[in-house]
């Protein structure tokens, strides 16, 4: 049997979900130009959905679509973050990683990291919100 290396042992239902987690960090990270989804991991790990969701629980105490979700929205916040583009628009930015629904991913934006999406965007240009687009400034005032 594997173990942990503080010499811990792991039944093999451990082991297997530690190496499905494993793996899908890797499909991931082998992937980081798009957004997965819950689907697309278990189809690349051959895995059924209950599966996943049970490695993950166990393994870092969340569902695979809370972990995705988080991935994805890291992912618009680099894009939002990158001086070395146009200045991105935040609307844009959200749809293209998947988020759907507007008004949540800028709460959802604001609770992963303490601003809004605008917000990031003018203090990244210094600018003033009110300088930004109407539409990223709905975003905002959608949640």
């Not at 503080?6 to 451990?14: E, K, M, Q, T, V």
């Not at 583009?85 to 990683?97: I, N, Q, W």
């Not at 507007?102 to 990291?113: I, M, N």
């Amino acid at each position: 049997m594997d173990g942990y290396p503080d010499g811990i042992p792991l039944d093999r239902a451990a082991v297997s979900q530690l190496r499905t987690v494993g793996r899908a960090i890797e499909c991931l990270c082998a992937h980081l130009d798009r957004p997965i989804y819950t689907e697309d991991l278990c189809a690349l790990l051959g895995v059924s959905a209950s599966a996943l969701a049970g490695a993950f629980r166990t393994v870092l105490g969340t569902s695979p679509q809370r972990y995705l979700k988080q991935r994805r929205l890291g992912m618009a916040r680099t894009v939002l973050l990158d001086r070395e583009r146009d200045r991105p628009a935040v609307k844009a930015v959200a749809l293209s990683h998947g988020f759907w629904h507007l008004g949540r991913f800028a709460q959802d934006y604001r609770e992963t990291f303490g601003e809004t999406p605008t917000e990031t965007v003018a203090r990244i240009y210094g600018l003033d919100p009110g300088e930004l687009g109407v539409a990223d400034q709905t975003i905002d005032r959608l949640t």
